[in-house]
Nanobody, 116 residues
């Protein structure tokens, strides 16, 4: 069974940085895009960043200029570099992989807390 595993979450002060990682524990065929979603307490899950097979990226407006998504195709891994973190970024962050046959895989989530 395919599984996505996130890591890198934790507690950081406002203005700090974190780097999230996600890797597939099993083989995923035909990945079209990978991305990150997040869900804050009492809020809906929202897309944060996405990167396609060809390297095109999309970011939520609230993270543009602060977050950077990247992929390692050989490892079926995706990363999210988060800089200038704000308390509003506090959420559980989920990794997603979307295949060319429109199958989605999700990670378990990693907690990011931005607080003094």
């Amino acid at each position: 069974q395919v599984q996505l595993v996130e890591s890198g979450g934790g507690l950081v002060q406002p203005g700090g940085s974190l780097r999230l990682s996600c890797a597939a524990s099993g083989r995923i065929f035909g990945i079209y895009a990978m991305g990150w979603y997040r869900q804050a307490p009492g809020k809906q899950r929202e897309p944060v960043a996405r990167i396609t097979r060809g390297g095109s990226t999309n970011y939520a407006d609230v993270v543009k200029g602060r977050f950077t998504i990247s992929r390692d195709h050989a490892k079926n891994a995706v990363y999210l570099q988060m800089n200038s973190l704000k308390p509003e970024d506090t959420a559980v962050y989920y990794c997603n992989a979307h295949t060319v046959v429109e199958v989605d895989y999700w990670g378990q989530g990693t907690q990011v807390t931005v607080s003094s």
